[in-house]
């Protein structure tokens, strides 16, 4: 591993254990020529994914990227940290696991809005407003509406009547 701050090609492991579920190990790493400390971890990766965009370009998959999208959605609600890392892991075992090489990045947001759900309804929202492109308060106001009947539908008919 090359150190990140001197650049020297050869660092030495001074401590390795396991990491986010037993999925990942974490490695504290030294350089010999500056001394300094940093750290990596290994994941196991089962397939290049290729995320194919709205607009057909294909693009690799970013795990980072989609950790911080889902960290946006969940800023400054009470959501932690190691909680948001589980929903990462959990969709890209499951993009991995899929049998595809190439997977439609809506299919990456349905993922995504489907793990929110079940996390926090407000990050939930968040995400959908970016994700399913609102532009007016009527859309909004149209996506909670629907939250709702889902989430109660006896009620919704009731309602109705």
Same mark, same amino acid.
């Given at each position: 591993m090359k150190c990140p701050f001197c650049g020297c090609d050869?660092?030495?492991?001074?401590?390795?254990?396991?990491?986010?579920?037993n999925t990942a190990i974490r490695r504290r790493r030294e350089c010999p020529e500056c001394g300094s400390r940093f750290t990596t971890y290994e994941?196991?990766?089962?397939?290049? *994914?290729? @995320?194919? +965009? #709205?607009n057909g370009e294909k693009v690799p998959f970013d795990r980072d990227k989609l950790a911080r999208s889902i960290s *946006?959605? @969940?800023? +400054? #609600?009470?959501?932690?940290?190691?909680?948001?890392?589980k929903v990462v892991n959990s969709i890209q075992r499951r993009l991995e696991v899929s049998g595809e090489s190439e997977i439609p990045s809506e299919v990456i947001g349905?993922?995504?809005?489907?793990?929110l759900a079940n996390l926090d309804h407000i990050a939930y929202i968040r995400f959908a407003s970016v994700y399913k492109d609102f532009r007016e308060v009527k859309d909004f106001e149209d996506f909670v509406e629907t939250i709702d009947r889902l989430a109660k539908p006896e009620q919704f008919e009731k309602d109705k009547l």
């Open positions: 050869d660092t030495q492991v001074k401590d390795s254990r396991n990491a986010d579920d994941r196991v990766q089962l397939r290049d *994914l290729i @995320v194919v +965009k #709205r *946006l959605s @969940v800023r +400054k #609600r009470p959501v932690d940290a190691e909680r948001v890392e349905e993922y995504v809005m489907e793990a």
